[in-house]
């Protein structure tokens, strides 16, 4: 699969001149060869000061190169728990006092992909492939100049397990006797309100599908003394150490999308929530620093806070047909559920596929201003020739609908060793 596929410009180019060969003379074709490299060395290192941004000898670079990477999302939903536990038509053995709380969290395995990049100057197609954890998709686009950056990252990736702690207070009783001529369970009386307090892992079939697509970009002011390309694609090579402010603009797209009937306790949990979507799109400014602390070494640190400007959440809510089956299967789940109470290790049943969901609708809000952030770290060390260098970026978004928030953690950590020529 591609993973981290990075294209530019150049590519038109060179699709024209292939184009329109037949039609040109060999000046023409020179010619445009010309202006294009000159544009390339413009964009690298126009106006920059040479004391402290240099430009390699060999202006063509190849390198292999590997990545880790990892998404951690986290929910939050707080319910009435009478309206989760009633004592009558969902769990008859327990009835809810005060709000419980919901955290579902899904984190997906650490994915590791290697591949080779191929540059020449500020421009470079790379090819990738996973070989371990998390088979996801992705599709990476960057573009690197003296004065700004520019990233793209599409993921999707799909969960079929998930952590989630429930918390609350809660009465419980249990089943005594069934009476056959009115056909009804007879249950003890209520117990005391006790904590209920409990973690658990969840297999949940079908899978999760999340979907994220994360943009930024960023204008670097001091351009000519310092050099973003120099740690994070090595076109470049910071001679001195120099820092520069730095303004950006993010946007942030995420689909979590769970609306199956086998997961219709997870929807019935979040309050009825089966889909949902979050825009954003913020403004900030930060600092970045290129540390050069001997010849050839690279310590670069970048942070910028963001302020959400566009922050909407839309939903699609869900009934189904739970506490009906949850009710028809009553006196099964509490003997399933007696014997993990005694410790024994069993499967409950699984009534999942007499489950049924009906749309309710969609919904949107527009939220209030938050606060997100982003961070990356990059270390180089370059000698002759050659280089190595390993950089990382973690990204942090928030949202909110309701009674329910959550954050979406996104990391990645790069390394590459490269030759130019």
Not at 88 to 95: G, T
Not at 148 to 164: A, D, I, P
Not at 214 to 240: C, E, L
Not at 348 to 358: C, G, R, V
């Amino acid at each position: 699969m591609i993973r981290g596929v990075r294209a530019s410009v150049a590519c038109l180019c060179l699709l024209s001149v292939a184009g329109n060969g037949a039609a040109q003379t060999e000046d023409d074709k020179s010619n445009l060869f010309t202006k294009a490299k000159a544009f390339l060395n413009r964009s690298v290192v126009h106006g920059v000061d040479t004391n402290y941004v240099k430009t390699p000898a060999q202006p063509w670079q190849v390198s292999v190169k590997s990545r880790v990477a990892q998404t951690d999302l986290q929910m939050h939903s707080v319910i009435d728990g009478t309206d989760l536990f009633d004592g009558e038509r969902v769990m008859p053995f327990m009835v809810g006092v005060g709000d419980m709380a919901t955290d579902p969290r899904i984190m997906t395995k650490v994915s590791t992909s290697v591949g080779v990049k191929v540059g020449y100057k500020g421009l470079s197609v790379s090819y990738s492939f996973p070989v371990g954890g998390d088979k996801s998709q992705n599709l990476t686009l960057r573009g690197v100049g003296n004065w700004y950056s520019v990233n793209l990252r599409w993921h999707k990736f799909k969960s079929n397990t998930m952590s989630t702690h429930y918390s609350g207070m809660v009465r419980a009783r249990g089943i005594i006797d069934y009476n056959e001529e009115t056909n009804k369970y007879i249950f003890s009386d209520w117990g005391e309100t006790i904590m209920w307090d409990e973690t658990g892992e969840e297999k949940v079939s079908p899978p999760i599908t999340i979907k994220t697509l994360i943009f930024d970009g960023f204008y670097i002011f001091n351009h000519k003394k310092f050099s973003y390309a120099a740690a994070y694609n090595q076109k470049t090579i910071q001679a001195r150490s120099a820092g520069s402010p730095i303004v950006g603009l993010m946007g942030y797209y995420a689909d979590f999308d769970y609306a199956d009937k086998h997961n219709a306790e997870l929807i019935y949990w979040m309050d009825g929530i089966g889909r949902l979507r979050q825009y954003q799109l913020a403004v900030g400014g930060g600092y970045a620093y290129n540390f050069v602390p001997a010849k050839g070494w690279l310590i670069s640190a970048l942070a910028m806070p963001m302020v959400t400007l566009l922050n909407q959440t839309r939903i699609n809510t869900y009934e189904s047909n739970l506490e009906e089956v949850m009710n028809k299967h009553l006196i099964e789940y509490a003997i399933g559920q007696l014997f993990v109470d005694e410790g024994v290790n069993v499967d409950l049943m699984d009534f999942s596929d007499e489950y049924e969901i009906y749309s309710t609708g969609e919904h949107s809000r527009n939220n209030r201003v938050a606060l997100n952030f982003t961070t990356r770290l990059s270390v180089t060390y370059n000698w002759n020739r050659y280089f190595i260098n390993a950089n990382g970026q973690f990204n942090n978004f928030n949202y909110r609908h309701n009674a329910m928030h959550g954050h979406l953690n996104d990391w990645y950590i790069n390394a590459s060793v490269g030759v130019r020529f």
